[in-house]
């Protein structure tokens, strides 16, 4: 869960320099953005997220030799918490679900407009979710088809399941808090807990895991 008022750490991930150069000013512009690195391949994405550590991996797809999904998918391996937010042109379905079960924790198009892409990184940032709601029902509907059953209370506890459920409502952390009338303070704690519990970075991939699992009902969402 990310601490407000501190800097986000980023790092870019695109093989074209002038979409680099143009979205690190973009970013570097924000008092509470800073890219620290970049990278022009998978293989050094896995390298500077390793030495770097950033906050929010910005991930492009095609690459020449290693691609964003194996990158990602390898960097996740390494680094279960680290948030990937993959900004690509494409929008196929495939790439979509490839990405998201390789973990990344959200997914934009490069012709999402500025407003967009900060709102996606900060909200990747905080544990939240980056998906459009079209794009969210669809990976919903998908990987439940392929959800093995299991008692989510050996895993979480009633409550964290209470906040998982409407997480995956596509719901933000205020509206959570007020859903439950508790405060979005006790709704970061709980998040925090799900994600340390199910060993991963974002609210994407928790609820990707309560689906697989059968916890989250994707008919049952609103």
């Known amino acids: 869960m990310h601490e407000s008022g501190r800097i986000i750490r980023l790092l870019l991930v695109d093989d074209h320099p002038v979409v ?22 998978g293989e050094e994405a896995i390298r500077q997220a390793l030495a770097l550590t950033p906050d929010v991996i910005l991930m492009d797809v095609s690459m020449p030799g290693m691609n964003g999904i194996e990158a990602t998918r390898q960097i996740k391996r390494q680094r279960p918490q680290q948030n990937v937010l993959v900004l690509t042109s494409y929008d196929d379905d495939a790439y979509v679900f490839a990405l998201l079960e390789a973990g990344a924790a959200g ?15 900060r909200a990747v940032a905080a544990g939240e979710s980056a998906l459009h709601p079209s794009v969210a029902k669809k990976v ?16 979480l506890s009633p409550r964290e399941l ?3 459920r409407i997480a ?25 807990n799900i994600f340390s519990k199910l060993d991963v970075g974002s609210r994407t991939e928790a609820v990707l895991i309560g689906i697989k699992r059968g916890w989250v009902n994707p008919n049952q969402l609103d």
Do not use: C, M, W
Request: net charge negative.
């Open 168 to 192: 995956a409502t596509g719901r933000t952390n205020k509206e959570i808090a007020r859903d439950l009338d508790i405060s979005p303070r006790t709704v970061q704690v709980h998040l925090a």
């Open 107 to 121: 997914y934009l198009l490069k012709n999402a407009s500025e407003d967009e892409l900060l709102g996606a990184v």
């Open 140 to 155: 919903l509907e998908r990987f439940s088809q392929s959800s093995v059953p299991s008692p989510p209370l050996e895993t």
């Open 20 to 41: 680099r150069k143009g979205t690190r000013e973009l970013l570097d512009g924000e008092a509470d953005l800073s890219v620290v690195g970049e990278a022009d391949s």
């Open 162 to 164: 209470e906040v998982l």
